[in-house]
């Protein structure tokens, strides 16, 4: 049989490629995380999904990101530079900042419900 990574004549059943020293394991044999990198892993229940991608995290991320950014833009400027000059945006993108914040609050506690 040939590595799947680099094309190499190996032996028949091997775990480990000895040219390029990839892991051969087949694809559904073993668990989701030692799927080749670059495809998706697929999870077939809830515990097997990694913590850093289950939804408390990514409402934790929003909670604490969004009104960081909505305090940052109410006690200053956000800044950016146009063509050489320092600029600022104005009160009309705060205000879209934090009515964009208040509907992803919105939209997060009632999928929670
Ligand atoms: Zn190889």
Known sequence: MKC??????????????????????????????????????????????????????????ILLFIPVAAIISLTGDFYYVKKGQLKTYGKSTKWVLIIISIGILVRIFSALR
């Open 4 to 61: 799947p990574f680099c094309m190499e004549e190996i032996q028949e059943g091997a775990v480990k490629c000895k040219h390029c020293g990839s892991m051969l394991t087949s694809i559904g044999a073993g668990s989701p995380m030692s799927s080749p990198a670059g495809s998706k892993p697929i999870y077939t229940d809830y515990s097997q999904v990694p913590w850093f991608r289950k939804r408390w995290f990514l409402v934790l991320s």
